[in-house]
């Protein structure tokens, strides 16, 4: 089902895969005391808000790997976990650089949200990273 930038796909109840227009896709997890996000997209739409209107649990964010398709969405959240070794190649997913080229695609398909901030979602790095190993 759509709403707003994002499309919500339930898998089962308290499931939901969460999917961009540019086709990513970012899973939640509803439990009884807390939520679950697992990735974060591109970023480029407010993927906090979205899941606010999901759930109100508290949230825990987990990066599967340092993927520009995983976590450049991660600046949205307080904090995001991530396996040790995968913090160096987020870093780098997450360059300017990178981000260009999001915006880029996201432009050629005319999906970028009337609010979206270019110059400040250029400036983002991976977020508040926790190491777990």
């Known amino acids: 089902m759509r709403k707003g930038y994002f499309t ?3 898998v089962m109840q308290d499931v939901v895969h969460i999917e961009d227009p540019l086709g990513v896709f970012v899973t939640l ?5 807390k939520a679950l996000l697992y990735d974060t997209s591109f970023g480029i739409g407010n993927l906090k808000d979205h899941v606010s209107e999901l759930t109100d649990l508290p949230l825990i964010v987990v990066n599967s790997h340092g993927h520009i398709d995983h976590l ?3 600046y949205h959240f307080d904090q995001v976990f991530i396996h040790e070794n995968d913090i160096p190649v987020s870093k780098q997913h997450t360059s300017k650089e990178m981000r260009e080229v999001i915006i880029k695609q996201a432009k050629a398909k005319d999906i970028l949200p009337e609010d979206f901030n270019e110059e400040a979602y250029l400036s983002m790095g991976p977020g508040n990273l926790i190491p777990i190993e």
Not at 29 to 33: A, D, L, P
């Open 29 to 33: 997890i509803i439990g009884e005391e």
């Open 8 to 10: 919500n796909h339930f």
């Open 72 to 74: 450049c969405g991660n």
